[in-house]
């Protein structure tokens, strides 16, 4: 779980930013991002020495010097030619958003109640205190298995690399 952590946190690496404005890129350079990899034209070591370089005072840096392996897969998954693309295309198709969303809330009230349910009665604080932790954790994995089956095509790519660098 710590690696889905880690692909939200690429996207607050400083060098994402204009430099000459300092804002976030535009909403035609996100288009051109969902369309092709700008960074696809460069080699894994160039991007790693850009990951370095940026990186280096920021939490992103700390996280990558306790963690060498994700390095590797950023610096692989940022030069991949459909990884990136694929990935910000999630967005685009409207009805697997919407059908993710509505089995999302089925399956988190759902859970919520089953929790509920599965928890009340004459035990101790700590036995429904771990009950409720269990049945949790369980309602979560169901959740992301729910959002991998709705996007599969689209985290394909990324799965891939995060199995060859980071396992």
């Known amino acids: 779980m710590k690696y889905f952590l880690l692909l939200f946190l690429v996207f607050n690496l400083s060098w994402a930013q204009d430099p000459d404005d300092g804002s976030m890129f535009s909403a ?14 460069m080699s894994p070591e160039e991007m790693r020495e850009i990951i370095q370089e940026k990186s280096q005072d920021n ?44 089995k999302f809330i089925i399956a988190f009230v759902l859970g919520l109640i089953i929790i509920h349910y599965l928890t009340k009665g004459d035990h101790s604080f700590i036995v429904k205190f771990i009950k409720k932790l269990a049945l949790n954790f369980i309602m979560m ?13 689209n985290l394909e790519p990324t799965i891939n690399l995060m199995k060859t660098h980071l396992l």
């Open 141 to 153: 994995f169901c959740i992301w298995m729910i959002f991998y089956f709705s996007f599969q095509e």
């Open 59 to 102: 939490s992103i840096g700390k996280l990558i010097e306790k963690y060498p392996k994700m390095e590797d897969f950023l610096s692989h998954w940022y030069v991949d030619k459909e990884a990136v693309p694929k990935l910000f295309s999630i967005m685009e198709d409207s009805t697997k958003v919407k059908g993710f969303f509505i």
């Open 28 to 41: 035609e350079a996100f288009e051109d991002l969902k369309r092709s990899n700008p960074f696809s034209n």
